[in-house]
């Protein structure tokens, strides 16, 4: 199956500095990428619907201005978490849809930031 | 609204078979996808059914009724490494995933 890499895999930072996470598509073009957070015994929760070249549609309750998306090529998109508080912490995925025949979503294999 | 619903919880002996069911309500379909996902991973894909039937990959396989709005899961020759959350997901017209909540599965020897 396709791969997609996420980096970092983890992080530890301090309240109130910013962190960026980037997800890249490493053998296939992207045009579509997710961003999704999980918190701990949980499902998966949509943040954002990242497409190259154009802003990205984020969920009700996710707030655009601390979850920055770029996604400026068709194989990496990041996600910068903003003025990160303790609140932040979670595990970060990110998919890419691989379009055409597959028509597949593929995740990276997720960062997970803690926020001190 | 849009609905994916599956079991929370499934246990199954090493060895045994096991059905993991979802059924769903979408607007529009373009797919439905089964994920794997161990404790603090990221998922894993299993499987893509966009046409009624059975879809098999070795010991698991995977089914679909669209007009039923369902589909199941099938693992056979269950191993212990099997023990994991089963996410079921529709691909909607704009091309995103509906999540169901995951039914996590307990493999016992």
């Known amino acids: 199956g396709a791969v997609v890499s996420q980096h970092p895999s983890w992080v530890i930072c301090k309240s109130g500095t910013s962190v960026k996470i980037e997800c890249r598509s490493l053998?296939?073009?992207?045009?579509?990428m997710f961003w999704y957070r999980q918190f701990p015994k949980q499902s998966l929760m949509l943040m954002a619907t990242?497409?190259?070249?154009?802003?990205?549609?984020?969920e009700q309750g996710v707030e655009k201005d601390k979850f920055l998306i770029n996604h400026a090529s068709l194989t990496l998109s990041t996600l910068t978490v903003t003025s990160a508080h303790p609140e932040d912490s979670s595990f970060y995925i990110c998919s890419a849809h691989s379009g055409g025949a597959e028509n597949t979503q593929y995740f990276g294999p997720g960062t997970r930031l803690t926020v001190l | 609204g849009q609905n994916i619903d599956q079991p929370t919880e499934m246990t199954a002996t090493e060895g045994a078979i096991v059905q993991i069911n979802c059924t769903y309500q979408?607007?529009?379909?373009?797919?439905l996808f089964w994920y794997q996902q161990h404790a603090g991973e990221a998922p894993t894909f299993l499987s893509y059914?966009?046409l009624d039937g059975l879809e098999e990959k070795g010991r698991f396989s995977s089914f679909l009724s669209r007009s039923k709005g369902y589909s199941y899961l099938l693992l056979k020759e269950l191993q212990m490494k099997d023990s994991a959350s089963y996410l079921c997901a529709v691909m909607d017209s704009n091309y995103q995933l509906i999540w169901g909540a995951g039914t996590k599965l307990i493999i016992k020897p």
């Open positions: 053998d296939f073009q992207a045009t579509t």
């Open positions: 990242s497409n190259e070249g154009s802003k990205a549609t984020y």
């Open positions: 059914n966009v």
């Open positions: 979408t607007s529009g379909f373009n797919g």
